[in-house]
């Protein structure tokens, strides 16, 4: 829930410019307007929702931007199963993680206060349901996160980093005395080989996630001392107490050194009191989070298997026994897609969200999951016994989230469509969804919005690919378009049915958005996912041509007007394809790789080196320079735009955008490089809501100047800073380079 103060990104190489204005647009809808990029500070996201025990409301966070434009603020909200206006139940500006306890009459969540202008670590609430302030139940100096209520109502379990010292220390300071420790060396001495996480920042030895209680005290707001449960030198997933109350379960990976191994996590067991923590069950892979049947005697979890190595794991749902020792069985296991919602999108809930857990039917004898199937997620019935997974509901769209009461007769969905960003629904007996919010109604019924065409096309070796062409609000077939191939990352992931503001707006712009699912992606069985295993990239990038030509063919694309983007694999991909054909007008690559080796050295984790390449750089060394986009440097002709988050711990700056800025300066290549300060790997999902807008902003000014011939100078040889940014209380659209833009 940290909001940072950000500075603007910089842009190498650029000029100030004269003004460009908006490009005037066609014949829209009868009171509609076309969407813009600084619409994304008008948005709303839902996370998180929290069905009561009784199934008549439900908690969710609330995300928006806040009143600077430079962070998110979060809020608990309420709405009722029955129909009406959702309420707000907490102030802000940064609260989330609600749960109910289970009697209904409290929820305790997630806190950040701001201490000297800076948010503090969150420390866990109570709120009455029935009326009255929320009170401080935690406030311990590293804070508290995924609480989670005891079945009898009386105790809450929750993670925290906090330790003995921290403590210690915190007390010494409410009390007065004087500071006569040790400085807090900032020095990091660095052991392990995986030793920072992207967007997460650099590993702290001293501190680990750990497995706490905390007794709900005689009366509401006294204080009660919080007690930690495991210890040792790793990190526990989130808490889940057993039916019985007597232990709580947690998922951990308990090696020292998880760099050496594939990733691998087994499923533990604590006394509630306190003790010795036993390895309830494992297996060869990874296990997500899990639920308990009523009478605790089994559980269910996502997981997946990550034996023999493969570059793609497709996620299934297990059952097991709830005892030591006890192994974990397939549901379905001849289904063959991914058990989870695993749809990627621009507009998911950039603060407050969480992991969706499958639940139990009344009966016992079923378990209801999202499973992702070409580009949709939607809910299903495992039956146990037969293996069969029904549709609980069904359409095109994702199914993002989902919530359910203890006995599974009630549930609510988080939706998202290619026309609406995400609202709640209630789960009608029959599939029908009752929609429960609009949280953007207003902004959204004002704006132009198209519905993707879906196509299904054929590659060179006869596979099937599908993918969607996003059109413009006033599109024409008569007319030739200019094209944008928006490749997605991952490269393990899936474009669907969901909102995604990137494609929509470079349609209101004027483009055609083609967005495929090559092979390498998910949704469409395990051996389409891993078919690209140590030949990535190569024929996928065939794939992404193929689709290119099925447009061509159809007649409303402009073969001399092609360009393409992606990002993280994307941008490997759009390396790849300027390195290997002259087709495109434009390119804009981001946070994406160029040399192999150095981001094996570099990068924050090392899943890839044994399913991606069969061994070190040194060791295969043509293999690595053959599938480096830099091998083909010389090449590349294309214009081309690179965008790097300089906090990019995922795809270092260093691998990819620097190498090719730097080649491609040396031929005297046309090459941009924008970077943005304080930025993960998560730039364009989660980055400050400024920089997503002036992300896009770039990436169109890029494809405006040289796929329509705009007279923008932004981007010419100089040493002059990025221009101001400019506020736009009126939607109209304006952009760096745009005629309302103050220049320094």
Not at 294 to 299: D, I, K, R, T
Not at 303 to 312: D, E, F, K, Q
Not at 404 to 417: E, K, M
Not at 542 to 553: F, M, R, T
């Amino acid at each position: 829930m940290e909001e940072r103060m950000r500075r603007l990104p910089t842009v190498f190489l650029v000029l100030p410019c004269l003004a460009l204005l908006a490009p005037a647009p066609g014949p829209l809808a009868a009171g509609k307007r076309p969407i813009t990029e600084q619409d994304l500070f008008r948005f709303v996201w839902i996370a998180d929702p929290q069905i009561s025990p009784d199934g008549s409301r439900v908690a969710f966070v609330r995300a928006h931007v806040n009143d600077k434009k430079e962070g998110y603020e979060t809020e608990i909200w309420m709405v009722s199963t029955r129909g009406g206006s959702p309420l707000r139940w907490t102030s802000g500006p940064r609260d989330g993680g609600p749960r109910w306890s289970p009697d209904g009459g409290r929820l305790v969540f997630m806190r950040s206060n701001d201490k000297d202008g800076q948010p503090e670590p969150p420390q866990l609430y109570i709120l009455p349901v029935a009326g009255g302030e929320a009170w401080p139940l935690t406030s311990l100096p590293k804070g508290a996160a995924a609480p989670a209520w005891s079945p009898d109502g009386k105790s809450v379990a929750f993670l925290s980093t906090t330790t003995d010292e921290d403590i210690a220390r915190a007390a010494k300071k409410k009390d007065g005395a004087p500071d006569d420790a040790e400085r807090d060396s900032d020095v990091r001495i660095v052991t392990l080989a995986r030793y920072r996480e992207d967007n997460e920042g650099y590993a702290d030895p001293r501190h680990h996630a750990h497995i706490w209680t905390v007794a709900l005290p005689a009366a509401d707001g006294e204080k009660s001392a919080p007690k930690r449960i495991t210890s040792g030198p790793y990190d526990e997933g989130p808490p889940t107490w057993f039916p019985d109350g007597k232990q709580i379960g947690f998922t951990a990976d308990r090696s020292l050194e998880p760099y050496y191994q594939l990733p691998t996590s087994a499923l533990y067991a604590v006394p509630a009191a306190g003790g010795e923590v036993a390895r309830l069950l494992s297996m060869e892979g990874v296990i997500g989070s899990f639920r308990f049947t009523p009478g605790g005697g089994q559980l269910t979890f996502v997981g997946a298997v990550t034996r023999p190595p493969r570059s793609y794991d497709q996620p299934q749902l297990f059952v097991s026994d709830a005892a030591p020792g006890s192994r974990p069985r397939a549901v379905a296991a001849d289904l063959d897609r991914d058990v989870g919602s695993g749809i990627i999108g621009d507009q998911h809930a950039p603060r407050g969200g969480a992991e969706s857990t499958p639940f139990w039917t009344a009966d016992g004898h079923s378990v209801i999951a999202a499973v992702s199937d070409q580009g949709t997620a939607n809910l299903r019935r495992f039956d146990l016994k037969t293996g069969r997974a029904q549709p609980v509901n069904a359409g095109n769209q994702e199914v993002s989230a989902w919530t359910a009461t203890p006995d599974g007769s009630r549930i609510v969905v988080l939706v998202s469509t290619p026309i609406n960003i995400g609202d709640l629904y209630l789960v009608g007996s029959d599939g029908k969804l009752a929609r429960l919010t609009a949280v953007n109604q207003d902004l959204l019924s004002g704006l132009d919005l198209g519905e993707p065409e879906e196509i299904r096309y054929t590659s060179f070796d006869g596979r099937k690919i599908e993918a969607w062409v996003q059109k413009p609000p006033d599109f024409d077939p008569r007319k030739k378009y200019p094209l944008v191939l928006d490749i997605h990352g991952g490269p393990h992931a899936a474009y669907g049915y969901n909102f995604f503001h990137e494609f929509q707006t470079m349609a209101a712009r004027g483009y055609v958005v083609l967005y495929p699912n090559p092979r390498g992606s998910t949704t469409y069985g395990q051996e389409f996912g891993n078919v690209i295993q140590y030949r990535y990239p190569g024929d996928d990038a065939k794939d992404l041509l193929a689709g290119v030509d099925e447009l061509v063919q159809r007649g409303y694309v402009d073969e001399h007007r092609l360009g393409v983007t992606g990002g993280s694999g994307g941008g490997v991909l759009t390396n790849w394809l300027i390195g290997h054909t002259s087709r495109f007008a434009a390119a804009v690559s981001q946070r994406s790789i160029a040399d192999w080796s150095a981001w094996w050295y570099t990068a924050d984790f090392t899943l890839f080196q044994p399913t991606w390449f069969h061994g070190a750089p040194w060791e295969q060394a043509d293999d690595f320079r053959a599938r480096s986009p830099l091998s083909y440097v010389t090449e590349i002709k294309t214009p081309l735009m690179l965008i790097e988050g300089e906090s990019d711990y995922r795809t270092p700056p260093a691998t990819g955008g620097e190498e090719l800025f730097r080649a491609l300066k040396y031929l005297h290549r046309p090459v941009v490089m924008v970077r943005f300060p304080g930025e993960s790997h998560e730039l364009s999902r989660s980055g400050g809501p400024w920089h997503r807008v002036e992300r896009l902003q770039h990436i169109i000014n890029w494809f405006d100047i040289h796929l329509q011939g705009k007279e923008l100078h932004l981007y010419d040889v100089g040493t002059a800073e990025s221009p101001q940014r400019s506020a736009d209380p009126a939607g109209s659209g304006n952009r760096p380079g745009s005629g309302s833009l103050e220049l320094p």
